[in-house]
């Protein structure tokens, strides 16, 4: 490797330097992070290439292939722009990180910035069963529907059933691994394409960087950063969907878990996340922008049954409930053995009831009103 | 009504009069259970009689007919025996009742002591699912094979699975709302008099006493109050289930619920249990273990002094602490309003403890983690 290199761009350019940087450090990397954040991304690049810096040697395997115009070009001829921190669209959830991404590829008509205010990110398993599915587009839609804009990753199974399901009612955006370029899985291009028309797509990779394995996983972060609260819809116990759930409890995001069969694996991971004590049980779109919402503007009723007749009875009149025959009628001596009650009590209960129009005179006794004659609950 | 009664029996005689307060009041009644306590159940029947007590008249009614010398020649003509409070076969736990039974009528080989030491219900909907059943005959079969007593309501559904299951691998008990003389449902005659063969069938209502909708209800406390703890596994919004649970909460009896897919409405009142942290979410037998056994396992908070583990807290995070109680588990609603905060923040605030190993989950709500698993500060 050379003493020293010369870069074909102009260095004290912060985007151009904070793009260099996005290829010359990979997602999560805190020691950069640091770095931008004391001395800036043109002073870093400096200390990189006259090598003042005895660990930033592992940087300089990919300083001959710099070449961060061609980047911004290669986005920008996608109709695509690059996001620095202090850009009005900056999503300032990414502040948080440990290590904040140097810039954002974003395509896409979405104000990325819009997001903290009102959005969810909702992810899972690739392995999804038809259940996970269903469940994913049921939420997705009703946050979509509410105003939240819905994020998550662009994989199959969950991620894309969000995805296409936030979009027929409203906004999606996905988070990718890869250069927002190209689609991964290519299966979801046509899903990217709809995305970068009507929501948009983000990664903190230039156009053309292969989606890797440790990218996957430090995109989660991101998500969950972007975001007002994550859920996980369907999670083995090692699904990389519980790591954007970690992401987003450690930034004191709310979690919330959607449960499943005991029976099935695919719930497991979701099941463990309440367990522990890190999610919060959610059933459906409602209970989620609960947990997500703004102190209460999204607030949930409690689920509830319909009312029954002989609610809200105290326990002496539901003893002559249980007392009343459903066919003939029972004389009122019968009534308070049956009840263990006085006449007089049986009497009154009686009254009530009858005004209810759940008890009536029937032969020579009392018996229930039958149930098609009842009043509404 | 005559003035004064005379008894066809020998009323100094404890059980009998026990027998006698069983069919003259029914199950649950305070003042009875109170008396009962106050003056014992022989004085309390010479107070009936000669009338001397006004609130006492409705009990009369019942007393021409009463009879517990033929109610115990009817329970011994089936093999079966009276329980009364201080027996060494006495349930204790039925003691913290507010309204404990006068006495027990039970049938079947099982030493009822012995329950409070290794037991759990299992409960759930009549109108079960698959699913449902499913689970609940792993979980029983699990429990059991681990010589917990499984302890249900021989409902159809979930009650009927669960002590077939137990039956299978171990012990069941059965605690009814009628008489112990007939089965209720009929169609579960064959596993009533399978029970009373190999585990136990118990009432708190006489031979020949019908299962009417509040000893149904009363019935659950029973359940709740005889064993170690209780899990749900199928239950409606409105299921009668739900009360073995908030039983079982009130007596600081650890609750577990089983969750399903969130579009069958039989595990709704599963999901609603585990949301507002009255329930634990438990997934297998080895769980339901878990959490039963725990009790009184709990170590004692040693006292602290130099660097303690929730240095270095927020004031918020630490509002939520010091809110958090050592031993039992506070319900979020009683945190909000112990530490001042909204639902949302505690819930923010609960998650980051959970991930510092500082707070858990713990019968219907949140503690501290005990000082010995704590992680080093």
New interface residues.
């Given amino acids: 490797m050379p003493g020293r290199h010369s870069l074909r761009f102009d260095s004290a350019d912060e985007t151009l330097a904070r793009a260099a940087w996005s290829r010359l450090a990979e997602p999560g990397d805190v020691k950069v992070a640091s770095l931008l954040a004391e001395v800036g991304p043109t002073e870093a690049l400096r200390a990189l290439v006259t090598r003042d810096v005895d660990w930033m040697q592992r940087y300089l395997t990919r300083l001959p292939e710099l070449d961060p115009p061609r980047d911004l070009r290669a986005l920008a001829s996608l109709g695509g722009r690059v996001l620095v921190p202090g850009d009005a669209e900056w999503p300032t959830g990414l502040n948080q990180l440990a290590a904040p991404p140097p810039c954002l590829w974003v395509r896409g008509p979405v104000e990325l910035a819009d997001l903290a205010r009102r959005s969810v990110s909702v992810v899972g398993a690739r392995a999804s069963t038809a259940?996970g599915e269903?469940?994913a587009g049921e939420l997705s839609s009703g946050l979509a529907g509410r105003g939240f804009a819905v994020v998550s990753g662009l994989a199959y199974g969950i991620d894309g059933t969000a995805h296409r399901a936030a979009l027929g009612s409203g906004t999606s955006v996905a988070v990718v691994a890869g250069g927002v370029d190209r689609a991964y899985p290519r299966g979801h291009d046509a899903l990217m394409a709809e995305l970068v028309r009507s929501g948009a797509v983000v990664s903190e990779v230039p156009p053309g960087s292969a989606p890797t394995r440790s990218r996957f996983l430090q995109r989660n972060r991101l998500i969950a950063a972007m975001t007002s609260g994550t859920v996980v819809v369907e999670a083995a116990v090692r699904s990389g969907a519980l790591s954007t759930a970690r992401a987003a409890?450690?930034l004191?995001?709310?979690?919330g878990a959607?449960?499943?069969?005991?029976?099935s694996s695919s719930?497991?991971g979701c099941?463990a996340l309440?367990?522990?004590?890190?999610?919060?049980?959610?059933?459906?779109a409602a209970?989620v922008a609960d947990?997500v919402?703004?102190?209460?503007a999204d607030a949930v009723d409690?689920?509830?049954?319909g009312a029954?007749p002989?609610d809200g009875l105290d326990?002496v009149t539901?003893?002559v409930?249980?007392?009343l025959p459903v066919r003939t009628g029972r004389p009122l001596?019968r009534l308070?053995?049956?009840?263990?009650?006085?006449?007089a009590?049986v009497q009154v209960a009686l009254g009530r009831l009858a005004l209810l129009g759940l008890a009536e005179r029937h032969a020579h006794g009392w018996r229930r009103v039958p149930a098609g004659r009842r009043p509404p609950a």
Same sequence: chains 1, 2.
Avoid: K, N, Q
């Fill in positions: 259940y269903h469940v409890a450690t004191g995001r709310p979690v959607v449960p499943g069969p005991v029976t719930s497991a099941h309440v367990r522990e004590g890190r999610a919060v049980l959610v059933t459906d209970e947990l919402g703004r102190i209460g409690p689920p509830r049954g029954g002989f326990d539901l003893r409930v249980d007392a001596d308070c053995v049956a009840s263990g009650l006085e006449p009590t």
